[in-house]
């Protein structure tokens, strides 16, 4: 799940991790408010939306009197901003974030991540700050300070010295910016996160450390023991479909193509997706009733391939494990009945209970096609959406 | 010969007494694996099927030399789980359970290292040595006993798919397991590719893979190295679109890295026969393997 930066810096601000003073406006009359509050000059508004490159789309702006934060921010609110991270369709910016500006000294990265391969927290730090991460690592891999941090034993103060020694901090900061390295892990480790990262991290000229930026991103599967920071997703964000089926515990993700496709497990779902492209026709989604599923997720995952108007066909393939396939033919059945199907349907099973879900399908008076394997699945849906 | 399980292995079942630890239990027990007890903490005492219920993994493993865990702990409680039976010293554990927080699963990863088990998922469908034991959910009467091919994957049913198509073929399968779509997991590629490799019955591998992580390019690194059988690959995930999570939490192309297309250059680069369509996998395994 992602948040927008200011709701990060609402939660670095509970942990004393040093951010600018500032709020979010939905208008321009609030922003004006907030500047007078904060009561010098200039002030930064920042738009608000889970996508970063916001700088260089127009959506970060200095305003040096409260004449200009107005303007900013009837700019910046409504305006479709469009970064390399939104994709070519933007993001309508709905609020604005308005903070104090800071006297920069220097312009730092910090992100800490979980690190797959060594199953531990690492920090990332380099002294190239501003800039695209993955620019500096390919450019200029020197530059970067990897630090490995075991969950066991948490945050060591050597740990904090790799990091304020490897960026060459003052003397005067080490002290601070170690305080603010120990405060990020327990945020990092406190609620679950799988990323959180600071760009730019600044050192001010008065020596103080700030957190100008704040990306969070958390762990899905950890939500369950933080319903406090489910009050923090913002719906307007995801795609419609994505947020239709996230209600019934679906992993679904709208794509661009026309062949609708449920499928059970994951690995499954993205080879299936391959074989429709490589059959000659794109899939509309990627969607994976799981292994858990009962008839009625089925159902609903149908329902949601059928509300995409660019979908033409849709093919069904499931190997049957935990899913068994009576239960699947069961809930094509029920939404078949229940939905109105105008778009022609290709089946292929195999799996535990086979029979029993064949026989089902073959009863219940339905039109559709069945496939005996996977090469003929891709290709009879890819013949069907090209007629 | 098998690669990590056999006839010989004493299962018992962590969560057994709950819906998809019972339906699965009874599948294995039909299949002929030795389930010699179950654990439910406050069940104990009772039985399922006759299979006995201890509160504990350790008091279960004394009483009745079980030496293999399979695990369908709900997701909050499932770390707990695995940490118990690697306490109590078994030596197999296989974890089903799907939705273990990322940082749960890396604590465990550290207290494994120390231990004397293997961990096998989580997020996974398990293990199963056709004709000897199946350890997990996977539909049993697709496999084939008595080898020549090995099959390891990061899928539950795209393994299935692919063992599927394996004995459509008639090439059956000494061991296959399935090592989970959890982006932190216990037993890697190259551990089983070490073990195929040295397991003589095995005369081919199967490797599927799929897009996150470094992985499959690490493995391609080992076979390069160590693997001296043929290895036919496959990589789901060339039509997935970067930044978002594919259903698996560990299935994410991020940052430009961990795509399908790097996997699969790395694999050939390996000499491995890396084969695009899922559908084709099967004939391309006939032409590949030995007979």
Do not use: W
Request: glycine letters at 12%; charged letters at 20%; aromatic letters at 6%.
């Amino acid at each position: 799940m992602k948040i927008h930066e200011f709701q990060a810096k609402q939660i670095f601000r509970k942990y004393k991790v040093p951010t600018p003073e500032g709020s979010v406006a939905t208008d321009p009359e609030k922003a004006a408010q907030i500047a007078a509050n904060l009561g010098d000059f200039p002030v930064v508004v920042k738009a608000q939306i889970h996508a970063g490159g916001r700088g260089k789309g127009g959506g970060v702006q200095l305003a040096h009197s409260l004449d200009e934060v107005k303007s900013h921010a009837g700019r910046i609110i409504g305006m479709n901003l469009v970064t390399h991270q939104t994709g070519p369709e933007g993001r309508t910016v709905k609020q604005v974030l308005v903070e104090a500006g800071v006297n920069i000294d220097k312009e730092l990265y910090l992100s800490l991540i979980p690190d797959r391969e060594t199953a531990s927290i690492m920090v990332i730090a380099s002294e190239a700050g501003g800039m695209d991460i993955e620019t500096v690592a390919a450019e200029t891999p020197e530059k970067i300070i990897r630090v490995h941090i075991n969950p066991l034993t948490g945050i060591q103060p050597f740990h904090s010295r790799k990091v304020c020694f490897g960026l060459n901090l003052a003397p005067e900061v080490i002290k601070e910016f170690s305080f603010m390295l120990k405060q990020l892990y327990q945020l990092f480790v406190e609620n679950d996160c799988s990323l959180v990262e600071i760009n730019p991290l600044v050192i001010t000229k008065e020596n103080k450390v700030l957190a100008i930026d704040a990306k969070m991103d958390f762990d899905d599967n950890a939500m369950f023991r933080h319903k406090d920071l489910l009050a923090f997703r913002d719906l307007d964000e995801e795609d419609p479909l994505d947020v239709e089926a996230s209600k019934y515990n679906l992993n679904y993700i709208n794509l661009d193509g026309t062949v609708g496709n449920m499928v059970n497990g994951a690995g499954l779902a993205m080879a299936v997706m391959d074989t429709i492209k490589l059959a000659g026709a794109e899939p509309a989604n990627f969607l994976d009733v799981g292994g858990g599923a009962t008839a009625e997720m089925v159902e609903n995952g149908f329902k949601i391939i059928l509300s995409d108007d660019k979908v033409k066909a849709i093919l069904i393939n499931i190997f049957g494990g935990i899913l068994r396939c009576d239960i699947l033919a069961q809930g094509v059945v029920e939404a078949a009945r229940n939905t109105e199907i105008k778009v022609p349907l290709v089946v292929r099973m195999e799996g535990t209970n086979v029979e029993e879900g064949r026989r089902i399908l073959a009863e219940s008076g339905l039109e559709l096609f069945t496939a005996e394997d996977m090469k003929s699945a891709g290709d009879i849906v890819a013949r069907i959406v090209a007629e | 010969m098998s690669i990590f399980v056999n006839s010989d292995t004493r299962l018992l079942v962590q969560g057994i007494t709950g819906k998809e630890g019972q339906f699965h239990t009874r599948q294995c027990v039909a299949y002929g694996t030795q389930v010699v007890a179950g654990v439910t903490p406050g069940k104990g005492g009772s039985d399922m099927d006759g299979i006995p219920v201890f509160n504990g993994v350790l008091e279960a493993a004394e009483k009745t030399r079980a030496n293999c865990s399979m695990i369908f702990v709900p997701p909050p409680f499932a770390a707990d789980a695995i940490m118990e039976s690697i306490d109590a010293g078994i030596e197999l554990i296989v974890a089903i359970t799907e939705g273990i927080p990322v940082l749960d699963m890396m604590k465990v990863k550290q207290v494994l290292a120390g231990s004397g088990s293997r961990l096998i998922g989580p997020n996974c469908p398990g293990i199963i040595t056709p004709g000897q034991a199946k350890i997990g959910i996977m539909p049993a009467p697709i496999h084939k006993p008595g080898g020549p091919v090995g099959v390891v994957s990061r899928s539950g049913t795209l393994t299935y798919e692919v063992v599927f198509q394996l004995t459509g073929q008639g090439i059956g399968q000494t061991t296959c397991i399935g090592i989970g779509g959890d982006p932190v997991n216990g037993t890697n590629f190259i551990d089983c590719l070490a073990a195929f490799e040295s397991d003589p019955e095995t005369k081919g591998i199967v490797m599927v893979g799929e897009i996150g992580g470094n992985a499959e390019e690490d493995a391609a690194a080992f076979i390069k190295e160590n693997v001296t059988k043929p290895v036919v690959g496959f990589i789901a995930g060339l039509t997935a679109p970067p930044g978002r999570r594919m259903g698996h939490a560990g299935a994410i192309i991020s940052g430009g890295s961990g795509t399908a297309a790097a996997k699969i250059e790395a694999l050939k680069q390996a000499g491995v026969h890396v084969c695009e369509n899922l559908g084709y996998i099967g004939e391309m395994c006939a032409d590949v393997f030995p007979t």
